[in-house]
């Protein structure tokens, strides 16, 4: 398998979770479960019930909007924004003054992100199609960058950051929940193509991932918050061996 067959599957099965013609996991189907699957990630019923309720999906490692402490005023980017669950609740925070984009590289998941904005009449967000290593975003514009357990996703994730470093202001930051190993997966999971789009076969072991931030240009690299990652049915042999991080970086300001 190679980057390119990674992506399209990838782009596929995101595609048929937006339509709905399957979810994310097989045991989490219906509304009250995919409401306790976004619990399970680190979102409030609250804030859940605040946004239109097509945006959730039940997907994600973690809640990037609790800890990335947005302000009114801030434009914020959040890569693979699906249905807009991250948008929306950031664009609750950053109010009438701030804007939040998401992107998202696939046309179903934007479609829906767009219908929901629409139905829940945001006048603050905007979505757009677009892969996170190659943003249709200018460069130096963005506030704030949130994501929810998709650079994963993808092969190339020091491009991804390196095309995050570009679009922040100096001075711009990143809120990033993802997952990473601690400890070898077998081979077998690595080349699964199921196991890459549920964010398992493409997670980096951590120290690497932290070391891809930083070659990428951040600094002030920290793990806010992390804990063992598991799900239904999961394989035993990955047990205890992944985790979900949150990660907070800085686009250092430029000395004058």
């Known amino acids: 398998m190679d980057g390119k067959e990674i ?7 995101y595609s048929k979770i937006a339509t709905k013609e399957e979810s994310y996991c097989s045991c989490c189907s219906g509304v009250d479960l995919t409401i306790e699957q976004a619990k399970a990630a680190g979102y409030a019923l609250e804030d859940i019930k605040s946004i239109p ?25 959040d890569l693979g924004s699906g249905g807009g669950i991250d948008v929306f609740l950031a664009a ?3 109010g009438e003054s701030g804007k939040v984009i998401g992107v998202d590289m696939t046309e179903e998941m ?3 992100a767009r219908k929901n ?3 829940g009449k945001y006048e603050n967000v905007e979505f757009k199609l677009g892969e996170i290593e190659n943003l249709p975003i200018e460069g130096g514009s963005i506030d704030v960058i949130i994501s929810n357990c998709v650079i994963n996703l993808t092969p190339d994730k020091f491009a991804a950051y390196k095309e995050a470093f570009r679009v922040l202001k100096s001075g711009g930051r990143i ?9 070898n997966i077998p081979e077998e999971i690595k080349r699964s193509f199921d196991a890459w789009s549920n964010c398992i076969a493409g997670a ?9 931030i930083k070659d990428a240009g951040f600094k002030d690299i920290q793990i806010v918050e992390q804990h063992f990652f598991t799900e239904p049915n999961m394989d035993e042999r990955l047990v205890g ?10 686009k250092m300001r430029c000395m004058s």
Do not use: H
């Not at 990033?176 to 400890?183: C, I, K, N, R």
């Open 241 to 250: 061996k992944i985790t979900s991080v949150q990660i907070k970086a800085v």
């Open 175 to 183: 809120l990033v929940s993802d997952l990473v190993t601690e400890g």
């Open 117 to 119: 904005a629409e139905e």
């Open 53 to 77: 309720e097509e945006a959730v999906f039940g997907l994600g490692c973690g809640n990037p909007t609790a800890l990335a402490d947005l302000k009114e005023g801030e434009t914020v980017l």
């Open 204 to 212: 980096m072991e951590k120290q690497d991932y932290l070391d891809t």
């Open 7 to 13: 992506k399209e599957f990838v782009k596929g099965r």
């Open 110 to 112: 934007v479609e829906t």
């Open 92 to 94: 609750n925070k950053v």
